[in-house]
């Protein structure tokens, strides 16, 4: 039996129940109904089938969205809120309902096993610890791709995921001061501010942020720019305080409100403040200024001036609080925002340590964020660790994520001039472009739009002219450059592109020229476009999450010539990557494939091809490649197989890349 009759073929994965599409277009489409009014056959609009098996989620208060498609007629509350819904966009609570789980509306795979919701970070396992056997374990879902013609399977249960601490909704958000003072009260030194006596009393004072930062003089060594304010500094003075926190939230009040006169507002400093705590020793022992204990003799003011739109107040509370301890301490949320506090400060210990946090956190949330950050306060570690990351993952992660539109145009167009992108074939990095731009024209989306909803906007555009060459859209006409538009051969997908009307008609119809050329010429493309090998090599990819199967195959077509594209595993642990020519009547093509496509009956084909096998693990990529390789492929045993890559350990996910040109010949 040869290799290709061994090969795998994937199952088609279950359609999606009618139920899920059913029910959230309904939601959408009910306002747009009850507005149009009686239509021409006055035949009533369905509603949405509200069965025992299948109930439909009912809005009201602030989730109010109105969902009856008859017609409104002079019901104007109604007609209110449908007008108020058709011009909403999708918020947080309409995002909730529209995606809501249920046993009816989702796919049960395993129809054996009762429905289990499915586990993400905002719905944590909760459970005691979980025994699972061997033979309950199943099929839990199924991972497909866009553009990616495999299957993922997930044969063991997701790992238990920490429970979120509870906050109660009516608790009082944690205030810049509020964070400061729990940080800078973890110091046991005597010096610090959790130390009762004259020695507590702080000595400098910092306004930054419109903000005065109780701080003290010895534990300010350890940030440089600190350090050399406080040396310039001004000899110290008698400094102006509270007499009691009433009075500062009174008089914080008066100044940040607009109905009180200037005269009024210095009248209520004068009086809720002290400047010389001496006064106080001629006044009586029942005055206000007694009720609390004097908190300063005196102290030197030092100010620094921001403005930066990562440097928030928050951040700045948690870098001037990890001065006091040496066991740093930053949220994973805030550490972009406090790097820009450090930096800022001259920190470099919460420097380093904020760059070590981020090395190990980027996911498709965080990347622009951090490579923001990065880029601006010389973290030249994290900035290449983001681009590594977006290399391997633009295609198969940012895509299909709404943090897409973050992605700024220059770091978009070198990654994707990068020799190192992944990306499963060459239409997946336009579509990638056009829901990017699709993004960048209407920033008021909150969803990841669909691919229907992508191509019904651009063909709604003007068609007298191309997208990129109107004036608002000749600035992305270098992103598009970076397109292999050569690569892209399917005829659906080139229908797309001509309905979406983004690049020129004549550079289509010139890429339609080169396809027929190339199929009459035995794969040659015309001499006019010869050029390197990195813009005009056909890329092919797909992504190895597990070695489960041992082997992984899919099928290039280019000019009549097909080839299978190989990973296999040995029993002695290594994994070999090749490619090979197939014969017209091969197993491993489709019967669509063998019916409908073009094949070359030329013996052999000089073929220029480059593998590479790509790893990613928190900054450090590993790259094996065979390098840009010329050879003959024919239709015998012996001639049809291409160079093997071989890789000895894999750790996964495993980013494997096939690149195919056809010289003249």
Not at 336 to 349: E, I, T
Not at 367 to 374: D, P
Not at 440 to 449: A, F, K, R, V, Y
Not at 519 to 533: A, E, H, K, R, W
Request: aromatic share 8%; hydrophobic share 35%.
């Amino acid at each position: 039996m040869t290799e290709s009759a061994q090969s795998y073929f994937p199952s088609i994965p279950p359609n999606a129940p009618k139920a899920t599409i059913s029910y959230c277009r309904s939601v959408q489409e009910a306002p747009i109904s009850a507005l149009m009014g009686v239509v021409v056959d006055a035949r009533i609009p369905e509603r949405h089938p509200v069965t025992p098996r299948c109930r439909v989620r009912k809005m009201v208060g602030s989730t109010n969205r109105w969902r009856l498609p008859e017609s409104l007629g002079s019901d104007l509350l109604g007609s209110s809120q449908a007008i108020k819904a058709v011009h909403m966009s999708y918020n947080n609570s309409l995002v909730n309902i529209i995606t809501a789980e249920s046993p009816v509306l989702n796919m049960n795979l395993d129809i054996s096993r009762p429905y289990m919701f499915r586990q993400t970070d905002d719905r944590p396992i909760t459970e005691p610890d979980r025994k699972y056997s061997q033979q309950r374990l199943s099929v839990d879902s199924f991972t497909v791709p866009a553009t990616a013609p495999s299957v993922k399977l997930r044969n063991t249960p997701s790992p238990l995921a920490p429970i979120r601490k509870f906050v109660p909704t009516n608790a009082r958000p944690a205030t810049p001061k509020d964070i400061f003072l729990y940080h800078s009260k973890k110091s046991h030194s005597l010096l610090g501010p959790g130390f009762v006596g004259p020695l507590s009393k702080y000595d400098v004072v910092l306004k930054c942020l419109s903000m005065d930062w109780e701080l003290h003089r010895p534990f300010l060594q350890k940030a440089d720019v600190l350090a050399s304010l406080v040396k310039d500094a001004e000899d110290p003075k008698f400094h102006k305080y509270y007499r009691t926190p009433a009075s500062e939230t009174l008089d914080t009040y008066i100044k940040k409100n607009q109905f009180y006169s200037n005269d009024y507002k210095e009248i209520s400093n004068r009086l809720s403040m002290v400047e010389d705590p001496q006064e106080e020793e001629v006044k009586g022992v029942d005055h206000p200024a007694h009720v609390s204990e004097k908190r300063v003799n005196s102290v030197s003011i030092i100010k620094l001036d921001c403005h930066d739109p990562l440097l928030t107040k928050t951040a700045m509370a948690v870098a001037l609080g990890n001065l006091y301890h040496d066991e740093l301490e930053v949220e994973l949320e805030e550490v972009a925002n406090v790097l820009a506090a450090a930096s800022v400060l001259g920190f470099k210990a919460l420097q380093n340590t904020c760059g070590k946090m981020m090395l190990e956190n980027i996911s498709h949330r965080t990347v622009c964020k951090y490579h923001l950050a990065a880029s601006k306060y010389q973290q030249e570690q994290v900035v290449l660790a983001c681009e590594r990351w977006l290399e391997l993952n633009l295609i198969p992660q940012m895509s299909c994520q709404i943090q897409l539109r973050d992605v700024p145009m220059d770091l978009l167009q070198k990654i994707l001039k990068s020799n190192r992108l992944f990306t499963f074939n060459e239409y997946s990095i336009y579509r990638l472009l056009s829901y990017w731009l699709f993004l960048q024209l209407n920033p008021h989306i909150q969803l990841m739009p669909s691919h229907s909803t992508v191509l019904s906007y651009y063909n709604s555009l003007p068609k007298n002219c191309a997208l990129v060459e109107k004036d608002e859209g000749q600035i992305y006409a270098p992103l598009f450059s970076a397109v292999r538009l050569t690569g892209i051969t399917d005829t659906n997908h080139i229908q797309d592109m001509q309905m979406m009307n983004i690049l020129p008609q004549s550079q289509l119809i010139d890429l339609l020229s080169q396809h027929y050329h190339a199929l009459q010429n035995g794969g040659d493309t015309c001499t006019s476009n010869l050029g390197l090998f990195v813009n005009l090599a056909k890329r092919q990819g797909f992504i190895m999450d597990s070695f489960e199967p041992h082997y992984h195959s899919e099928v290039l077509s280019l000019h009549g010539f097909h080839f299978e594209l190989k990973a296999v595993r040995s029993s002695a642990g290594h994994v070999a990557f090749y490619m090979q020519r197939l014969k017209p009547g091969d197993p491993i093509l489709s019967f669509r494939q063998c019916e409908r496509h073009t094949f070359s009956m030329r013996p052999d084909r000089e073929v220029r091809y480059c593998i590479t096998v790509q790893q990613c693990n928190k900054g450090d990529n590993a790259v094996l490649t065979t390098g840009i390789v010329s050879q003959k492929f024919g239709l015998g045993d012996k001639t049809s197989r291409s160079e093997c890559l071989k890789m000895e350990k894999l750790d996964c996910p495993v980013y494997v890349t096939f690149a195919v040109m056809f010289p003249s010949s």
